[in-house]
T-cell receptor, first 115, second 113 residues
Framework: NAGVTQTPKFRVLKTGQSMTLLCAQD?????MYWYRQDPGMGLRLIHY???????AKGEVPDGYNVSRLKKQNFLLGLESAAPSQTSVYFC??????????????FGAGTRLSVL | KNQVEQSPQSLIILEGKNCTLQ??????????LRWYKQDTGRGPVSLTI?????NTKSNGRYTATLDADTKQSSLHITASQLSDSASYIC????????????FGAGTRLFVKA
């Protein structure tokens, strides 16, 4: 049981390049999320998904797209990378306990630098 | 605006000592408040979760308290160990449904031998 796995762990892009970050979870969780973490700030939600085939915008969705074609995978795409997207990206998945607790499990993160 | 503010930003303590981290929030009403531990280079891991009606929750040497009247929470670490060196993040979920959670910026704890 690997939990939440993110690939790649590190990536350096040039401005304007595109890339896809992959998140995979083996816990059969319905909900999946993409966050970014910047120095001095809390994690901010980019996009999330409440089930296979569905996605929704979070707090900072501009410049990113996502897809959830399979329940276990959640992809984050950058179509034209900008230096402002330099950050550490975390994927998380969760299940609902029925009491609204929605406990999230995080991957180890992807460190992205855009030059 | 819903906010979660943590203090101090960073803290250095000696191994074996106790410490308390603070979290003030303006989110109201809220569904639950969580504390996460984030080791360097890793993702956050849940330590405790409390609903608005709970006052305290323990997880080993970690004890979280919640005062819903003053909108404050604290995380107390007892008999610190070197492995406690990490960032501790306070997270509040508004009681508005959906999946909005508001993360504090975290407190960076350094435990020295």
């Amino acid at each position: 049981n690997a939990g939440v796995t993110q690939t790649p762990k590190f990536r350096v892009l040039k401005t304007g390049q595109s890339m896809t970050l992959l998140c995979a979870q083996d816990m059969n969780h319905e909900y999946m999320y993409w966050y970014r973490q910047d120095p001095g700030m809390g994690l901010r939600l980019i996009h999330y998904s409440v089930g296979e085939g569905t996605t929704a915008k979070g707090e900072v969705p501009d410049g990113y797209n996502v897809s959830r074609l399979k329940k276990q995978n959640f992809l984050l795409g950058l179509e034209s990378a900008a230096p402002s997207q330099t950050s550490v990206y975390f994927c998380a998945s969760s299940y609902s306990t029925g009491t609204g607790e929605n406990i999230q499990y995080f991957g180890a993160g992807t460190r992205l630098s855009v030059l | 605006k819903n906010q979660v503010e943590q203090s101090p930003q960073s803290l250095i303590i000696l191994e074996g000592k106790n410490c308390t981290l603070q979290c003030n929030y303006t989110v109201s009403p809220f569904s639950n408040l969580r504390w996460y531990k984030q080791d360097t280079g890793r993702g956050p891991v849940s330590l405790t979760i409390m609903t608005f009606s709970e006052n305290t929750k323990s997880n080993g040497r970690y004890t979280a308290t919640l005062d819903a009247d003053t909108k404050q929470s604290s995380l107390h670490i007892t008999a610190s160990q070197l492995s406690d060196s990490a960032s501790y993040i306070c997270v509040v979920s508004p009681n508005t449904g959906g999946f909005k959670t508001i993360f504090g910026a975290g407190t960076r704890l350094f435990v020295k031998a």
